[in-house]
């Protein structure tokens, strides 16, 4: 397994904070490859096909490892369509850059009824970007997340805020989870090729300070 190039897994507090947009403003501001190991639902317009669309075309999109029919939490599509997931299978792909690693859902996610996708991410020896948005209770699931990838002895790379700032919000969550703010991605007036890559060179700057 290729260890030359950093691994980031980037994580969600919740499933609409935003990861897959977060996810290529990382591939641009790194110019990283990207994978995401388990997609749930929606396989016409997917996750992997969402950034392939949306980052530069010398990065690579690399394909999931586990692809399921229904959007619903992956342990319970795999027992509809009839199987177990065995996540022991996934191997992180070889990459010739930095790879973003983009988990489903939130942290605590049943891939089966023994394993979480908080239990996989140990195998793929990579920090995690915790991605928070705000909305009502968003600094518990925050808090809660980053307790989380503790307690999982994984190491929390830092926090990117997706959406409008909200500054004392954002200044209770750094505090208390005591963690590195690595930027934010502002509202994007239209989610395309162009506005991924200028969204990318602002968070560089920022990543480069503590990545």
């Known amino acids: 397994m290729n260890t030359n190039f950093k691994r980031y897994i980037v994580s969600g507090i919740d499933t609409g904070a935003g990861k897959t947009v977060v996810s ?18 929606d396989l016409d317009a997917s996750d992997s096909i969402t950034v392939r669309n949306l980052i530069s075309e010398e990065l690579i999109c690399f394909p999931e ?7 619903m939490s992956p342990n319970l599509s795999a ?12 191997e992180v792909p070889e990459s010739d850059r930095p790879l973003i690693i983009e988990g489903a859902g939130g942290l605590l996610v049943p891939l089966n009824d023994e394993v979480l996708l908080i239990d996989v991410f140990k195998q793929f020896q990579a920090p995690v970007i915790l991605v928070s948005k705000n909305y009502l209770g968003s600094i518990n699931h925050t808090l809660l997340s980053v307790q989380a990838i503790r307690k999982a002895g994984l190491e929390l790379a830092g926090i990117i805020f997706n959406g409008e700032a909200q500054e004392a919000i954002e200044r209770s969550i750094l505090q208390h989870a005591k963690t ?3 930027g934010r991605v502002e509202v994007l007036e239209e989610v395309n090729k162009s506005a991924i890559k200028s969204a990318g060179k602002n968070l560089s700057a920022t990543l480069a300070l503590s990545l």
């Open 24 to 41: 290529a403003v990382l591939c641009e501001a790194l110019q990283a490859n990207y994978w995401k190991p388990v997609q749930a639902g």
């Open 65 to 71: 490892a586990q692809q399921l029919q229904f959007p």
């Open 79 to 90: 027992e509809k369509e009839g199987f177990v997931i065995d996540p022991s299978t996934w």
């Open 180 to 182: 590195p703010f690595l």
